[in-house]
């Protein structure tokens, strides 16, 4: 009798490979339905702010399907809300700008892991590559609750009834959805505040 009988293992060998090609399978069938909710969720975005400059005669109005440059279209269409209330305010650049700069940061980043890091020394090393983590951190989620402030500016303008309701949906990453249904409304600035809902442009 051995003085260490052999264990059993926990999963067979057999289970372990079908528990793996399960797992495979799983994951290949989701990056068609990633790719397929990601597509519609960018086209539906990029499309409401497309209608939402022209109809409000917002020049370029083809920037907004432009990646990163379909937040400057975002950020005019807050500035024009701003403006029908009496307020400055330059979204159109700043918006782009700090998602930008917080793009350069974290590439920054990478690269100074990669190449720097181990040159500099590790005290010297680590500390730089915290800040530029940091930095970027604070850029991007900067960005990002400006954008929603963004769409919130936006919402009161084309659907103020709604507009607490459509940032919550903004907060969770829904943004799109409002946006979408939002795009043939008149705005504020235009036809002033209607109840329930505002009125629509005559257009598809």
Same mark, same amino acid.
């Given at each position: ?67 990163l440059l379909r937040l400057y ?10 403006? +029908? ?7 159109? $650049? !700043?918006?782009?700008? @700090?998602?930008? &700069? #917080?793009?350069? =940061? ?11 890091? +181990? ?7 680590? $500390? !730089?590559?915290?800040? @530029?983590?940091? &930095? #970027?951190?604070? =850029?991007?989620?900067?960005?990002r609750i400006l954008e929603l ?19 919550? &949906? ?27 809902r505002q009125p629509r442009y005559?257009?598809?």
């Open positions: 009798m051995p003085l260490f009988p052999k264990q059993k293992d926990l999963f067979p060998r057999e289970e372990l490979l079908s528990m793996s090609v399960n797992a495979f399978i799983m994951l290949f069938s989701a990056v068609p339905l990633a790719l397929f909710i990601g597509g519609l969720s960018y086209g539906m975005y990029s499309y409401g702010l497309y209608k939402m400059a022209g109809n409000t005669g917002i020049t370029p109005a083809f920037l907004a399907w432009v990646p279209t975002l950020g005019q269409l807050a500035d024009r809300y701003n403006s +029908t209330v009496e307020k400055q305010s330059v979204y159109r $650049f !700043l918006l782009p700008g @700090l998602r930008i &700069l #917080g793009g350069l =940061l974290s590439t920054l980043w990478v690269f100074t892991t990669a190449v720097y890091a +181990t040159s500099l020394g590790a005290r010297a090393g680590s $500390f !730089l590559i915290f800040v @530029l983590v940091l &930095l #970027g951190l604070i =850029l991007i989620l900067g960005s402030l963004c769409c919130y500016k936006t919402f009161c303008d084309f659907e103020p009834e709604n507009a607490v309701l459509y940032l919550i &949906l903004a907060v969770i990453g829904l943004e799109w959805v409002p946006l979408f249904f939002c795009r043939n409304n008149v705005p504020v600035g235009i036809a002033g505040h209607c109840r329930p005559n257009v598809k």
